[in-house]
């Protein structure tokens, strides 16, 4: 297998997830800001023109951040992050998609309109006017799933699994583009802290 790795929130999901895993797997960098990822060569390997990307032992690639995990998830026997049960794994994929879609996808958005604007504006649809809208969602819907977790130790109670490192990848990206966790928000800021101290955040 091998990873094709950039800068970014997203890449670093895959990375933490791999090293959570146990996994060992080859990367190679593409160069993001410099647009490598835009151009037919890495338009071959996903038509998206986004990182990352996995090739798999088939030789066939794999784009969009959970789906790689999940499908690393499921070729490993020992280990799992999404769950050992049916009823695990939907409540994994259940918090995974509320973090991705309510937090992670409109703070993203509200980076590339607003302070990304410069980076993407030539690369996709941008709404500049947006921007403070989506920062603003991404607010409030933190705010609600800091409620969500009082008493939990994790995103879905007392497993670790991807909703914890999809999250946390993110707060880490939003707090050098501007985007903080309010200090009042004390469940998320807390459940970063124990994350932060994992050996695989840095990852
Ligand atoms: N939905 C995609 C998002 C991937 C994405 O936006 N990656 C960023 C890096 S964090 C990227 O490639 N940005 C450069 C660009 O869009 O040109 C996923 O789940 O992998």
């Given at each position: 297998m091998k990873l094709y790795n950039s800068m970014g929130p997203n890449p670093h999901v895959v990375r933490m997830f791999i090293k959570e895993m146990e996994l060992d797997i080859d990367s190679e960098e593409i160069d993001l800001m410099g647009a490598k990822n835009r151009e037919s060569d890495f338009l071959k390997i996903n038509p998206m023109g986004q990182l990352p990307a996995l090739v798999m032992d088939s030789g066939d690639i794999l784009a969009e951040i959970t789906v790689i995990c999940e499908y690393l998830d499921a070729i490993?026997?020992?280990?799992t992050l999404i769950g050992k049960t049916p009823e695990e794994q939907a409540e994994t994929r259940m918090w995974v998609r509320r973090v991705d879609l309510n937090i992670c996808e409109p703070m993203a958005n509200g980076f590339r309109f607003g302070e990304g604007l410069g980076l993407f504006k030539d690369r996709i649809v941008t709404i500049p006017e947006a921007s403070a809208g989506l920062k603003k969602i991404a607010q409030t819907n933190l705010k609600w799933l800091d409620e969500q977790m009082e008493?939990?130790?994790f995103i879905v109670g007392n497993r670790f699994t991807l909703a914890d490192i999809l999250l946390f990848c993110f707060l880490t990206f939003g707090a050098t583009i501007g985007q903080t966790v309010p200090a009042e928000l004390k469940n998320v800021t807390a459940w970063q802290s124990r994350i932060g101290e994992r050996p695989s955040a840095g990852a």
């Open positions: 490993t026997k020992d280990k008493g939990k130790e």
